[in-house]
C-alpha cells in the first residue's frame, strides 16, 4: 500500500496482527523486501510495518530531500497514518541511523529499539576515492555483485535473496544512490542519540565490513546507556538476508525480555 505523507507516498507492506508492532527500515540498496525472511517468522505474533525510504522500491523519488531527518519524517507519518499505539523500531545499516534519529524524539508509543548492523550517529568520513566508489556501487548488475560478494555478505545467499538485491540496488533512484554517501552517510546526530531513553538492542555481525563491530564499540554503545550488543557468528553486513533466523530470534528474545520488565 502507499501511505501519503510529506508530500510523496511512501510505500509500505503489512502483514500480522497484534497489539504490538514492528516498524522495519531497510538498508542503503535494499528495499521493504529486505525484511521478508525475517518477517514472515514473526508475523504470527506481531503486527509487521515494512517501509521503503524515498527513492527505494516502490516510494516516490522526489529531486531532494534525502537528509537523516527527511528519512525519519517519512517513517514517522507512516507511524502516524496507521496509528500505532505500541511499537518497536528496527533499523538496519541506514534504516538503523534513522531509527535512531526517530528513538531520540521519544515518540509515543515507542516500547524498543532493535538496531541491526547500524551506521553509528558519528559522521562516517570518507575519502574523495571511497565516496566516488560507494556511489558507483550500484550502478550496474556488475558493480552489485562485486559488492555483494566482497564487502556486503560472508554467508552465500539463495539464487532468489541474490536477484532481490541486485534488483534493489539497480532499482533506486541516482538521487538516493547519491544522498548516502555525500550527505546523511555524514550527518552527525550524537547529540540527539543521547535523549533515546528505550531499550535497544545492537545486532552486528561478526564479519561486518560496513559497520564493523569494533566501530559500534566505538562510537555506538557508549553513547547508548540502555543498549545491549549481540554479535551474530560467521555473518557479515545483511544479516536480515543472511541469517534471517537468528535475527528473528533476536527480535523475539528481546520483546520477551521487554515484557518481563513490564509491571504486573
Known amino acids: ?14 502483514q500480522g496482527s497484534g497489539e504490538l508492532a514492528l516498524v522495519f527500515l531497510h538498508y542503503y540498496g535494499g528495499s521493504s523486501r529486505t525484511w521478508d525472511a525475517v518477517a514472515k517468522r514473526l508475523a504470527d505474533r506481531y503486527r509487521i510495518i515494512a517501509t521503503d525510504h524515498r527513492g527505494w522500491g516502490q516510494s516516490d523519488a522526489p529531486a531532494e530531500g534525502y537528509g537523516i531527518a527527511d528519512l525519519a519524517a517519512d517513517a514517522e507519518g507512516v507511524i502516524a497514518a496507521l496509528g500505532l499505539r505500541r511499537f518497536i523500531l528496527v533499523g538496519h545499516s541506514m534504516g538503523g541511523k534513522v531509527a535512531q534519529l526517530m528513538a531520540s524524539r521519544r515518540p509515543h508509543g515507542l516500547e524498543g529499539l532493535i538496531l541491526v548492523a547500524p551506521s553509528p550517529p558519528s559522521p562516517m568520513l570518507l575519502s574523495d576515492e571511497q565516496r566516488r566508489m560507494l556511489v558507483g556501487a550500484y550502478q550496474s548488475r556488475e558493480s552489485v555483485e ?4 566482497h564487502v556486503l555478505t560472508t554467508q552465500p545467499l539463495s539464487a532468489a535473496m541474490r536477484a532481490q538485491v541486485i534488483e534493489d540496488s539497480l532499482r533506486a533512484a541516482p538521487q538516493a544512490k547519491r544522498a548516502w554517501p555525500n550527505v546523511a552517510m555524514a550527518e552527525d546526530i550524537t547529540t540527539d542519540v543521547a ?11 561478526e564479519h561486518d565490513q560496513v559497520d564493523r563491530v569494533t566501530t559500534l564499540q566505538a562510537e555506538l554503545l557508549p553513547r547508548l546507556p540502555h543498549a545491549v550488543l549481540h554479535i551474530l557468528p560467521g555473518v557479515g553486513h545483511l544479516s536480515p538476508l543472511e541469517s534471517p533466523e537468528a ?11 521487554l515484557s518481563e520488565k513490564k509491571p504486573g
Open 1 to 14: 500500500m502507499k501511505i501519503e505523507t510529506n508530500g510523496i507516498r511512501i510505500h509500505v507492506t503489512l
Open 195 to 205: 535523549a533515546i531513553d528505550v531499550p535497544t538492542l545492537v545486532i552486528s555481525g
Open 146 to 149: 562485486f559488492v555483494l560478494d
Open 247 to 257: 535475527v528473528a530470534q533476536q527480535i523475539t528474545s528481546f520483546i520477551g525480555a
